[in-house]
């Protein structure tokens, strides 16, 4: 909607209702004054003209006085306007119009407040409407182009600041046009002022349902999972209508971008619309139809269907292996001589590699079938370059490998550093089963993981790029790391894990023998623990991380739970702020993911259950011992705050629902 200034005149037109005058309050006086003047004289019984003489009243000030805020005699020219050699003109003012007052006979002597002053010269005959110029034609402005939207009130007090240009205009006064109404008259003098301008007039699109979950999808999705073309170069594709299977992944990018906006019903439809047309018979099996696929796969693991999610998971890898994604020619041969399009199958393939791993990884049930098929597709480059469009020739996978030993000082995109991660989630995997703690395979699969950290270049450390911005593809590297320790290293910890048993929304519960002391596999446990609760922490906007995160928030709260079991921990204050940290980011993430909050309700329920516990033996004096007063006084307030910041969050749900 436009914004008006308050500053401007308004319509001669609308200054008069009725025939009753309109006053300005930039006059020094008042028109009324003189007929008050002469109406006192006729009660006096003398005659009017006996009387001295009014002082000449100014019912309007010019445009250059009105402007400087000073006072005008109402001369035309006023004698400011004469003395600075400025031209000088008058329009109607509205000020202090309280509308037509009832049973007032009008005095023929006194001139209106909508007419403008009379011009001294010669005024053609033919042109009864000019004032103080040459006859000059300027057709009507038209309201039928007007934004139907924007409504006046009938008397607004709001007033339009005049246009530079308005200068060089004449003004008219047509008294024989066609009335209008006030809402269509202020409409028309404010797009008149706009077209005076040289400013079109611009109603603001109507956006739909559809097109803002395309915008969330790109917003909230995009980033997390990006293989999908950038938005620029997806829309001109799609303008283009070359490619008929772009209406396939549009469907899903509505219903992914569904899930960030109040969608409603809609968004049962829209998952309904992609499914249907991944699976019609009509539909090309090509590069566009598995990420259609792979959309909806996310979206389903997400949200609590991952049967759903693991058929059309088979679905999706079979039908890429069929088209030949996993070759390196298909990007050459698919991508139409676009280097963008032709990155963009590259990381198709490598991003339903790493999905499939995280799927595995997390709920274990499916063993991460892509790990053994041979790919030698190009390795993905940065995301800045994938979303402006400049993009490098393709590194590959032996040339990340043999790095160290072929001498080349090289730094790889993000995304390579994930696609690394992943690989090594799916070594482990392959790692035959453990038996003892001192198994030579646990060795080999942890030196592949600190090999990871410890080669990676500075500028890939921190999940922050060069901007200071959340560098997405790092960080999902980085927790895929953290949950491969934990994965690793937690069934030969000496944790128990039999309190955090109920937590089981991602994966079942993996029963783990308490010990008498920690050992190195319980140390790697905790800190992998801790490092994934530091994540939370990073400043952005945490739905905007690929649902996967939820998971290893989770795998990382099943370890701080078992820790807190314990019976006695010296930094059991800061073991319950991770705690907290991962309940809150999995009670935001439920705001978008289904599997968020069946996991936030699990992990949620067993701390106030092992908060029970502890506070049940701290009714037996023996579980004091060892402590001094202000220990004690410390835990109950810590324990009272936890469960207090629990029961908080139960309500807050609970009235949103």
């Not at 209406?247 to 249907?276: C, K, Q």
């Not at 090594?424 to 942890?446: A, C, F, I, K, T």
């Not at 009670?587 to 908060?611: C, D, F, H, P």
Request: charged fraction near 20%; charge should be negative; include cysteine.
């Amino acid at each position: 909607m436009e914004t008006f200034s308050p500053e401007a005149p308004q319509s001669s037109a609308a200054s008069t209702n009725g025939g009753s005058p309109a006053v300005s309050s930039d006059s020094p006086g008042t028109a009324t004054s003189s007929s008050s003047n002469a109406l006192s004289a006729t009660l006096d019984g003398r005659p009017s003209q006996m009387q001295p003489a009014a002082p000449p009243s100014v019912p309007a000030a010019c445009l250059a006085c009105r402007g400087k805020h000073l006072k005008c005699d109402g001369s035309n020219p006023c004698s400011r306007c004469t003395s600075s050699n400025t031209e000088c003109l008058y329009v109607p003012s509205r000020r202090g119009y309280k509308g037509p007052r009832r049973n007032t006979a009008q005095n023929p002597n006194k001139r209106h407040a909508s007419s403008s002053p009379p011009y001294s010269g010669n005024v053609p005959e033919s042109c009864p409407m000019m004032l103080g110029r040459s006859p000059v034609s300027i057709p009507p402005p038209s309201v039928a182009s007007f934004n139907p939207s924007i409504v006046l009130p009938e008397h607004s007090p709001v007033s339009y600041a005049p246009s530079p240009a308005l200068g060089n205009v004449p003004l008219f006064r047509n008294s024989f046009a066609t009335p209008m109404a006030p809402n269509q008259l202020a409409l028309a003098t404010v797009n008149s002022s706009v077209a005076v301008a040289g400013v079109p007039h611009v109603q603001p699109p109507v956006t739909t349902l559809a097109e803002r979950c395309f915008d969330a999808f790109y917003h909230f999705f995009h980033a997390g999972h990006p293989f999908v073309l950038p938005k620029e170069f997806f829309l001109r594709l799609l303008k283009e209508g070359s490619t008929p299977n772009l209406n396939v992944v549009m469907a899903a990018m509505r219903y992914i971008g569904s899930l960030f906006v109040e969608a409603g019903p809609a968004r049962a439809t829209y998952l309904d619309e992609a499914i249907r047309l991944c699976y019609l018979p009509t539909t090309a099996k090509d590069g566009f139809l598995i990420q259609a696929l792979l959309l909806i796969i996310v979206g389903l693991d997400g949200n609590c269907q991952q049967e759903k999610a693991r058929e059309l998971l088979a679905d999706c890898e079979r039908l890429a292996i069929e088209i030949d994604l996993n070759k390196r020619e298909f990007a050459t041969m698919h991508g139409h001589g676009n280097p963008v399009l032709e990155e963009s199958w590259r990381r198709t393939w490598w991003d339903l590699y790493v999905c499939d791993g995280m799927i595995a990884g997390v709920h274990r049930v499916t063993n991460f079938l892509l790990f053994d098929i041979q790919a030698d597709v190009g390795l993905p480059c940065e995301e800045q370059q994938y979303l402006t469009g400049r993009i490098p020739p393709p590194s590959y996978m032996e040339d990340f490998d043999d790095q160290l030993f072929s001498g080349e000082d090289r730094e790889f995109s993000s995304f390579t550093y994930r696609i690394a991660a992943a690989r090594n989630l799916g070594r482990m995997m392959r790692m035959p089963q453990v038996m003892y703690p001192g198994d030579d395979s646990v060795s080999r699969v942890e030196a592949l993981l600190t090999n990871w950290r410890i080669h990676l270049p500075d500028s890939k450390r921190d999940d922050l790029n060069k901007n200071c911005q959340l560098d997405e593809m790092m960080f999902q590297a980085h927790f895929i790391t953290h949950a491969c320790t934990i994965m690793l290293h937690q069934p030969l910890s000496q944790l128990d894990s039999s309190p955090a048993q109920a937590v089981n929304s991602c994966a079942p519960h993996r029963p783990v023998i308490a010990g008498d002391n920690f050992n190195a596999h319980t140390r790697h446990t905790i800190t992998a623990a801790c490092e994934i609760s530091k994540m939370v922490t990073q400043a952005v906007p945490i739905i905007q991380h690929t649902h996967f995160f939820t998971c290893v928030i989770t795998l990382s709260s099943i370890v701080h739970l078992s820790k807190w079991a314990l019976y006695f921990i010296e930094d059991e204050e800061d073991l319950r702020q991770q705690i907290r940290l991962n309940i809150g980011a999995l009670n935001k993430l439920s705001k978008v993911w289904r599997a968020a909050n069946t996991a936030w309700g699990q992990v949620k329920g067993v701390a106030q259950e092992i908060y029970r516990e502890k506070k049940a033996q701290q009714i037996s004096p023996a579980f004091w011992v060892g402590f001094t007063q202000e220990q004690m006084i410390s835990s109950i307030n810590a324990d009272e705050g936890i469960m207090s910041e629990f029961n908080s969050m139960l309500t807050q749900v609970t009235q949103g629902q």
